[in-house]
């Protein structure tokens, strides 16, 4: 051996072993102690899924008629996980539970929702629930554990069944390894649904937003913003009592109705008065179609309910409505405007109008695990 390449074989026999230590299956992630869980075969390769030593789970519980200040922090929980939220739905012998898993001296997610009897159910009066994570990718390796010790505290409280109504695939980079972990977990799917969403981030400019619409909606809405349609924000109680009633008829019109009462819709502005907003679209100074969108994160939106009704347009507002909702959520430095699910038992014809519009179609998972079985 050349003289000058021996002086660097202790040096390169120390780089070789630490490459093994550090990929064999003693490897360790972050300084912690790791072992392979599980091996899921994906085609031709193996994924190998590192189960980390158990964190630490802290719980805060509120019983029905309970007055408690919600704790810190909380800007990344979902307004459906929301201590307030749910204390509004809360019946008697119902209590509102929060899990926040910690690791490595970080918070690094959080599970929320209403135990009674013996179940636990994320998204309880609500579309979803979901776990909340506190950044936006977290490590895969870090969920097995966070979704076992979730699993293992709610057992130790009694609970026997749990149900997660998991977010919409579009409102973070987690929610699909989410979904992952928690089926090889042994959740088993309970209802899946279609959910539509407009990809917000994906539009630089409103005119972008009308490039990606097929050449029919698109005709519509060029033709719609030649009338003389205004979005506003409704302000004063008449104000919401009118765009209310314009959904009102709207519903009433499909043979069906508002499952939200105006009263239980302004309890919940009260409470959250920078989450809840009504926009109203008015034509000639008559609100002639309507929207009720949810700040459900910081930057991704749900419309709860929109329509149109009271006027003699020749042409549906609904296609101008959702372009000023998009320009209404790119001002604001939004990602996402979720439009709602579809059911199996839905009528497809509000699928294709979602779809008219340029939104994505993704899947809306509800999760069920029998902690005992």
């Known amino acids: 051996i050349p003289a000058g390449v021996a002086g660097w074989l202790p040096a390169i026999s120390c780089l070789i072993r630490r490459v093994v230590e550090r990929f064999g299956r003693k490897a360790s992630l972050d300084g912690q102690k790791a072992s392979v869980s599980q091996s899921l075969l994906w085609g031709d390769a193996i994924m190998f899924v590192y189960q980390r030593d158990p964190g630490e789970v802290k719980c805060f519980s509120m019983a029905w008629g309970e007055k408690t200040d919600e704790p810190i922090p909380w800007n990344h929980l979902s307004l ?3 201590a307030g ?6 019946q008697s012998g119902q209590e509102y539970l929060r899990l926040d898993y910690h690791e490595d001296g970080r918070l690094i997610g959080s599970l929320c929702g209403v135990r009674f009897d013996d179940q636990f159910v994320s998204g309880y009066s609500a579309g979803f629930g979901g776990i909340d994570m506190v950044r936006d ?3 895969l390796a870090r969920l097995p554990a966070m979704i076992s010790a979730f699993c293992r505290h709610l ?19 987690n929610e699909t390894m989410l979904h992952f972990v928690l089926l090889n977990a042994g959740f088993s799917i309970l209802e899946c649904s279609l959910n539509a969403h407009l990809p917000v981030d994906a539009y630089i400019s409103p005119e972008m937003y ?30 919401w009592s009118t765009g209310y009633a314009v959904l009102e008829s709207n519903r009433a019109q499909k043979g069906r109705r508002l499952s939200l009462t105006l009263d239980y819709i302004m309890r919940l502005r009260q409470i959250f008065p920078k989450n809840i907003a009504l926009f109203l679209l008015t034509h000639e100074e008559s609100v002639i179609a309507a929207a009720l969108v949810y700040d459900v994160t910081r930057r991704c939106s749900q419309v709860m309910y929109w329509g149109d ?12 409505l959702a372009y000023r ?8 430095g939004g990602r996402l405007l979720d439009l709602g699910a579809t059911t199996p038992q839905g009528n497809p ?18 999760l069920q695990h029998d902690l005992h079985g």
């Open 210 to 239: 009308i490039q990606k619409l097929a050449s029919p909606p698109r005709r519509c809405l060029k033709h719609g913003l030649k009338e003389n349609f205004v979005l506003r924000v409704a302000e004063s109680l008449e104000e």
């Open 85 to 90: 939220f749910c204390a509004l739905n809360l």
């Open 309 to 320: 009704a009271q006027h003699a347009l020749s042409h549906s507002p609904m296609n101008v």
């Open 155 to 173: 057992s130790a409280l009694g609970v026997r069944q749990m149900r997660i109504r998991c977010k919409p695939e579009g409102y973070s980079t």
């Open 80 to 82: 459906y996980n929301r």
């Open 325 to 332: 909702l998009v320009e209404q959520a790119l001002g604001q």
């Open 137 to 139: 990718p977290e490590e």
């Open 349 to 366: 014809g509000v699928l294709r109008f979602k779809q008219s519009v340029a939104a994505r179609v993704g899947l809306r998972f509800t």
